[in-house]
């Protein structure tokens, strides 16, 4: 980076955005050592949740002490450095992101880069228990699509899997978001003996309320309660079982995430799969993930990370933390190395999927 410009940035830090006197410097765009464009940051706010799902968490969690977050501030300053940068598109997760104390200030506020046309998308993942509650403010802060993780519709399955959750106010969340006008995919996490038998019931029931749905295979993140090769069922095997009474056509369909699309004749709704173990989606990955404490992971399936809360805290200037962002791009490696380790029965990482963020 010039250093003339660099001084000119510093120098003017205080009288606007990141992302806006970045742009108008004509510099921004991130790109990996294989040629990948990163335009996509998913945001963890929060490592806690309201839920204890069993594929997920272990039910007795240990979760961060709150003075290790990054205040909402601070998300927000560094998820514009990353707008800043090229990044088009933001996710916020968890954990269950709702649950993070005026989370919505946090929306509001990275709302404003929709007006600069900095940034194209603003959406959220959540399991859908709080949002009765923000569906349409939500939508009155520019997003326009939301993802809701869901495994099954049974009501005592869904209370078994969550460990504490109850169904019905995730069905009036998805009520109100329809309402709200904002449009919904449904995440489903495909797991051997508990849901492959509902899967065909689950899609219908999601076109017939107009949303999309995609399949998911269970990742080996984080130790939990129960052995994860029970419960692992290979996509191609679930798609296999789906052909047999569903007409599946492939189509280019993307989002920006790592889903591959079909549409179903039948119901003439999408279905997505997303296999991090049977087909991985690395060669075409645009996005990074950042915790809520301010820790930059390059890939879901590797432990290689960058502490971005000790520069982002050190000065209030912004070209050190855009170098550090720039350093830690050139880092991100080709691919995960995710697999179900069926003889050590580990997870193929420490960490849980709630930290790092969906």
Not at 330 to 352: E, N, Q, Y
Request: hydrophobic letters at 40%; a neutral charge.
């Amino acid at each position: 980076m010039d250093t003339a410009v660099i001084d000119r940035l510093g120098a003017d830090s205080t009288s606007s955005a990141p992302a806006e006197r970045f742009a108008a410097a004509g510099l921004g765009g991130l790109q990996d050592p294989f040629g990948r464009r990163i335009t996509y940051l998913r945001v963890s706010v929060t490592d806690r949740c309201d839920f204890r799902c069993t594929y997920c968490m272990a039910e007795d969690m240990a979760f961060l002490p709150k003075r290790d977050l990054l205040t909402l501030e601070e998300l927000d300053r560094l998820a514009s450095a990353f707008v800043a940068k090229g990044v088009r598109r933001l996710r916020l997760t968890g954990g269950e992101p709702l649950v993070r104390r005026n989370l919505m200030s946090l929306v509001r506020s990275l709302s404003r880069h929709f007006a600069t046309g900095a940034l194209d998308e603003l959406t959220l993942t959540t399991n859908g228990s709080q949002l009765q509650r923000f569906a349409a403010e939500l939508a009155d802060c520019g997003v326009r699509r939301i993802n809701v993780s869901l495994d099954t519709l049974d009501p005592e399955k869904f209370r078994a899997i969550t460990r504490r959750g109850e169904l019905e106010p995730v069905l009036a969340g998805l009520r109100a978001a329809r309402e709200a006008g904002l449009k919904i995919k449904l995440n489903t996490v495909a797991l051997k003996g508990f849901n492959e038998a509902e899967i065909p019931d689950m899609i219908r029931w999601a076109h017939d309320g107009g949303m999309d749905i995609t399949l998911i295979e269970t990742m080996p993140l984080g130790e939990i309660d129960e052995d994860r090769t029970d419960r692992y069922l290979p996509l191609s095997e679930m798609r296999r079982a789906l052909e047999r009474e569903m007409t599946l056509v492939d189509v280019p369909f993307r989002t920006g995430g790592p889903a591959r699309y079909v549409d179903v004749a039948e119901t003439g709704g999408r279905l997505g799969f997303i296999t991090p173990l049977t087909h991985n989606f690395c060669e075409s990955c645009n996005r990074v993930r950042l915790t809520c404490t301010g820790t930059l992971f390059m890939c879901l399936g590797q432990e290689d990370a960058v502490d971005l809360r000790a520069v982002l805290r050190a000065s209030g200037e912004d070209a050190p933390l855009f170098d550090a962002i720039d350093r830690a791009i050139a880092r991100k490696p080709k691919g995960h190395d995710f697999v179900i380790d069926r003889a050590g029965r580990r997870p193929a990482l420490s960490r849980h999927m709630s930290v790092t963020g969906g």
